[in-house]
């Protein structure tokens, strides 16, 4: 925004006249100057050899297979996904679920409770071992975002 001093002599000398026009030439300027960029660098990017590629024949891929998550509680009950189970019954019905995949190339999930005995833990981990599982994630809480971290 510019300023105009009123004219020559008396009281007037120190008015302020207030000039609301848009100077423009500036932002002419920038717009010239990438314009000319943009029309130097457009025929740099692009290909101006030819070639005739093959076709790509990929095989669409499968979608990932529904994960198997073990709960355990702080009193000791195990369940698979939303059912209960105990120790005993536990590789039969991982099979079940698993159905005809590889256990041993199976991720398993497990989610326990804070008060969870450790014991407890190990035996659902050894009855794992036993029935073929070996590929084991442990879930926990993610506490990042409420640490502000």
Do not use: C, H, W
């Amino acid at each position: 925004m510019g300023a105009k001093l009123g004219g020559s002599g008396g009281s007037d000398r120190y008015q302020v006249e207030q000039n609301s026009e848009i100077n423009v030439t500036p932002f002419v300027d920038v717009m010239l100057v990438l314009l000319i960029i943009f029309m130097v660098a457009a025929p740099l990017a692009s290909v101006s050899v030819e070639v005739k590629l093959p076709d790509a024949v990929a095989k669409p891929r499968q979608n990932p297979p529904k994960p198997v998550y073990i709960s355990i509680q702080s009193g000791g009950a195990v369940y698979i996904g939303d059912f209960p189970t105990d120790l005993a019954s536990m590789g039969d019905d991982l099979r079940k679920q698993v159905g005809r995949r590889d256990p041993t190339k199976e991720r398993i999930f497990i989610r326990a409770d804070k008060g969870v005995r450790y014991g407890d833990f190990m035996q659902v981990m050894n009855t794992l071992q036993d029935n073929g599982f070996y590929s084991v994630a442990l879930i926990g809480q993610d506490n990042a975002n409420a640490a502000g971290g």
